[in-house]
C-alpha cells in the first residue's frame, strides 16, 4: 500500500492542475483494492476507478476491427510483402484474401 502513495508522488511527468468540469482519474486493478489506498487517491485529488477482487470479469476484450483485418491479411505472405507491380494485381490479390477470410468464417467455422 505504501508503494501506490510513493508511485503516485513519484510522478515525472507534472499532472494538470484540477478542474471541478474535468477531473483527473485513476484506474488501478484488483490488486490495489483496499481502502487505505482508495483514501491515498482521493487525498491526491483522483478520482480512483478499483475494480473488487471477488468481481468478476465483465466482457472479453476484443481486439481492434483494424489490427484483427491487418493480422488476417498479413497471413498470406503474397500481400505481407507486395511484389505486384501493377496494382490492378494487388488489388485483386486482396480482394481474393478477403474471400477467402469471408469463406473461412462462414463456412468452415
Avoid at 9 to 25: L, S
Avoid at 73 to 86: C, D, V
Wanted: proline residues 3%.
Amino acid at each position: 500500500m505504501k508503494a501506490a502513495a510513493q508511485t503516485m508522488d513519484g510522478t515525472v511527468i507534472r499532472r494538470p492542475g484540477p478542474r471541478k468540469y474535468r477531473r483527473q482519474h485513476l484506474c488501478l486493478d484488483k490488486a490495489y483494492d483496499f481502502h487505505a489506498v482508495e483514501d491515498e487517491v482521493v487525498k491526491r485529488k483522483y478520482v480512483p476507478h478499483i475494480r473488487h477482487r471477488r468481481e468478476k470479469k465483465r466482457h472479453k476484450r476484443r481486439r481492434w476491427v483494424v489490427e484483427r483485418t491487418n493480422s488476417w491479411h498479413n497471413r498470406f505472405r503474397k500481400l505481407l510483402i507486395r511484389y505486384e507491380k501493377k496494382s490492378q494485381n494487388y488489388l485483386a490479390l486482396v480482394q481474393l484474401a478477403c474471400c477467402i477470410i469471408v469463406y473461412r468464417r462462414l463456412i468452415l467455422g
